[in-house]
């Protein structure tokens, strides 16, 4: 087994990689002794409190190996160079008591060649995360002296620890057991209300009185603040969560799951509903293949058997029935009223407007315009030609009729008045006699059409 695909699926929490002189090693947290009594080879022994802290780093490089070695059949020091060559697979280190919870707590150091060549099993247990039995291998002085320790006798204590080394046992149950509380990848385990409790206090600190803990998870907590979420990693060393790196601003997803009952106080999913029976729908299915105004073929049968049933019934074609004898309706035509709106039609120029006119109005028209053009030119010509005028031609000629007829007057001198005017509206000739006086004007020309009464 290749060192880099141990860890694929250990908790990271609990194993890390590590190198050692140079070596590659799966650090591997532990508890090798509890408090309590653990009936060895000496017999039900009692470890106290006080002797599991006396000295814990003197367990510090002793070697972690495989099973207790022995030689003629009696338990021996695995600090010998056979047992090096044979059985360790790697060294202790760390050695910490553990006061809150009375437990002497290392880090077995191992190299995952040995594990290989050793015994692979302890690689398949790390690999997946359970929990192997271990066992120490220590000298003691026995004391003599009778009690009990929540319900187990025992006759000695066992004090003045001299550690020799830590075996790991596949096939055993160590005297101090997994069930006592010891073994390897037993890590220190913090509640998961404890962990919240220091997260929370950390980011209120880091992060001021607007920050709060809204969710944790194995190895990072999301927090909020100002309404924006963030994610930040975190690590448990020495049963005691710790916020660690930098925050990333995230994005709040919620997720929807399946509506569930409570019945006699057990939840249950509630139960699908029912699908059509097979039949049924291989019946449309095949309802559809054969119909010829679908271009469905017989190559589609799979994609089409997974649709849903009413799925299969909208894709049936619509036949429209026609009654005999029945013409189809007539188009009926806009009515006169009604204007049709073509939006993306250029507007008529006038010249395209004049060409739908009778021929005898298209003459009318011109000759209006041009006699209008006429009468707007001298009405120009007699403002400018006054000396107290300031506009120009170019403005003058953008004014209405009106306007500029109005101006024409005030425009024209005294000693104009009595000449003819040179515009229509403007000041009349002075009468030259009684024939001017019977004169009758020309009627202007008009655009409008007379009609009889």
């Not at 003045?160 to 509380?181: E, M, Q, R, T, W």
Request: include cysteine.
């Amino acid at each position: 087994m290749a060192f880099c695909s141990i860890l694929i699926n250990a908790d990271t929490r609990k194993v890390r990689e590590d190198t050692l002189d140079g070596k590659p090693y799966l650090v591997v947290p532990m508890v090798m002794l509890t408090e309590g009594v653990h009936n060895g080879s000496s017999g039900p022994l009692y470890y106290s409190p006080s002797e599991l802290r006396k000295v814990p780093q003197s367990w510090d490089s002793k070697p972690v190996v495989v099973n207790h070695p022995e030689k003629n059949g009696l338990g021996t020091s695995a600090c010998t160079k056979a047992v090096i060559e044979t059985q360790q697979v790697g060294v202790i280190l760390n050695t910490k008591y553990d006061k809150k919870s009375a437990k002497l707590r290392a880090e077995a150091w191992l190299d995952p060649e040995k594990l290989e060549l050793i015994d692979s099993r302890i690689l398949e247990a790390i690999n997946n995360n359970e929990i192997m039995e271990v066992s120490t291998g220590l000298f003691t002085d026995n004391i003599q002296s009778p009690g009990s320790f929540k319900g187990k006798k025992y006759s000695h204590v066992a004090m003045n620890f001299k550690p020799d080394h830590l075996a790991i046992l596949p096939d055993k149950v160590g005297s101090c057991s997994v069930a006592d509380g010891a073994g390897l990848m037993q890590a220190n385990e913090l509640s998961h209300d404890a962990i919240r409790d220091q997260l929370r206090r950390q980011v209120f600190d880091k992060y001021g009185e607007r920050a709060w803990l809204t969710e944790i998870f194995a190895t990072h907590a999301i927090y909020e603040r100002d309404g924006d979420y963030s994610k930040i990693d975190y690590a448990i060393k020495d049963e005691k969560a710790e916020l660690s790196g930098q925050s990333v601003e995230v994005e709040r997803v919620v997720e929807y799951r399946p509506i569930k009952d409570m019945v006699d106080n057990v939840t249950t999913e509630k139960e699908p509903e029912k699908m059509p029976k097979t039949k049924e729908k291989d019946e449309l299915v095949s309802a559809l293949i054969d119909n010829e105004s679908t271009a469905w073929t017989k190559g589609d049968r799979d994609f089409l058997a997974k649709k849903e049933i009413d799925e299969l019934t909208k894709m049936a074609p619509i036949e429209k029935v026609v009654t005999e004898n029945t013409e189809p309706p007539k188009a009926v035509p806009p009515k006169a009223t009604e204007a049709i709106v073509d939006n993306d039609a250029k507007p008529a120029t006038f010249e395209e407007l004049l060409q739908h006119a009778p021929p005898e109005m298209q003459a009318v028209i011109r000759n209006g315009i041009a006699v209008n053009t006429a009468n707007r030119q001298a009405m120009v010509d007699v403002i400018v030609a006054n000396k107290r005028n300031a506009m120009k031609a170019e403005h003058l000629a953008t004014l209405d009729d009106d306007t500029l007829a109005a101006m024409a007057v005030l425009a024209t001198n005294e000693a104009d008045e009595k000449k003819p005017s040179k515009w229509i509206g403007g000041a009349p000739a002075a009468p030259t006699g009684n024939a001017a006086s019977d004169a009758i004007p020309l009627e202007m020309p008009s655009t409008r059409k007379k009609v009889s009464a």
